[in-house]
């Protein structure tokens, strides 16, 4: 099955600054990546995704970042304010239709 | 549109009973699946259905079934309960067809069970 690895675990960085997530899969099959929020006690929010076609894609603040070669996508958000703190995860579908694998997520915490 | 609903939010449980879940997809949407997260595992993808017929399935024991019936509505069934099934229930909707909506997923408020 697919195999789904999220870096880092935790990542603070100070309010205004750039935050990097990556996240690399094992399916060369695999043809959709999300990427989710999750506040503390809320539930996920799709932020952002990219198709297995397009190598970046860019909403405001947040971008993401594919390499199909290497297998690994990449979330970025620059200028980052307090209310970006929360558990981000990826995820990579494959074999079609709602075959999910979940990255294990990061906590991010923007430092005011 | 009213956002993905799921009852009930907060359910107590013993060992060795069976409970079910309920998630009201938002209008429209064709696909509802079923996710269990935990502190441990993270975000797990139990099964998905979409018109009525379950399409996909995580690696789950048997334990854990579910349905889906005409209107969409879905519901899960976890029988005979572990201290390990303790866990958050989210499940999430998603149109289900068509290139630029097929994964797009709405996820519910979730239901948090606790098996003592």
């Known amino acids: 099955g697919e195999n789904v690895e999220q870096h880092p675990s935790t990542l603070s960085v100070q309010e205004g600054d750039s935050a990097v997530i990556k996240c690399t899969y094992s399916d060369s099959a695999s043809n959709y990546f999300p990427w989710y929020k999750q506040e503390l006690g809320k539930r996920p929010q799709l932020i952002i995704d990219?198709?297995?076609?397009?190598g970046e894609k860019k909403d405001q603040r947040i971008a993401v970042t594919l390499n199909k070669t290497a297998k690994h996508f990449s979330l970025h958000i620059t200028e980052t304010q307090p209310e970006d703190s929360a558990v981000y995860f990826c995820a990579v579908y494959s074999g079609g239709y709602q075959k999910v694998t979940f990255g294990t997520g990061t906590k991010l915490q923007v430092i005011p | 549109k009213a956002g993905v609903t799921q009852t009930p939010r907060y359910l107590i449980k013993t060992r060795g009973q069976q409970v079910t879940l309920s998630c009201s997809p938002i209008s429209g949407h064709r696909s509802v699946s079923w996710y269990q997260q935990t502190p441990g595992q993270g975000l797990q993808f139990l099964f998905e259905?979409?018109?009525?017929?379950?399409?996909n399935k995580g690696n789950f024991p048997g334990r854990f079934s579910g349905r889906q019936f005409s209107n969409s509505r879905s519901e899960m069934n976890v029988s005979t309960l572990e201290l390990g099934d303790s866990a958050l229930y989210l499940c999430a909707s998603s149109p289900g067809v068509g290139w630029g909506t097929l994964y797009e997923q709405y996820f519910g408020p979730g239901t948090r069970l606790t098996v003592t």
């Open positions: 990219i198709r297995s076609n397009v």
């Open positions: 259905y979409f018109s009525e017929t379950q399409r």
